[in-house]
């Protein structure tokens, strides 16, 4: 049996450990989660989710990729490069200036 993978922003972590909060007590890790979410979470769940949409439409963005860019918000280039250090594949210039054109859309 296959596990379903689903990609979720940090708002849409914090939303969903705020709203189990309210059901019973979270375990330690659960309230670690949470704090950091919120701690870190700079826009809400709707436009995380408009943004992933967006940088999805950008040929070799993936979903990890899509919610990493959502999560960190990159204001410059070489935070966009540095999300994709580890890739075989260079970004071109065009599609880190799109990238960034998103993000600053959405900030």
């Known amino acids: ?3 379903e993978v689903r990609y979720v922003s940090l708002s849409e972590v914090k939303n969903l450990l705020e709203k189990e909060q309210k059901k019973r007590e979270l375990t330690y890790e659960q309230k670690l989660a949470l704090e950091h979410a919120k701690h870190f979470a700079q826009i809400g769940v709707t436009k995380t989710k408009q943004m992933a949409k967006e940088l999805l439409e950008i040929e070799r963005i993936t979903e990890p990729f899509a919610y990493k860019i959502v999560d960190i918000l990159p204001m ?3 935070e966009v490069r540095a999300i994709f250090a580890k890739e075989r594949f260079t970004l071109e210039d065009k599609e880190i200036k799109k990238i960034l054109d998103i993000v600053e859309k959405y900030r």
Do not use: K
Request: glycine share 0%; hydrophobic share 15%; charged share 50%.
């Open 76 to 78: 410059h280039p070489e």
């Open 1 to 3: 049996m296959e596990e």
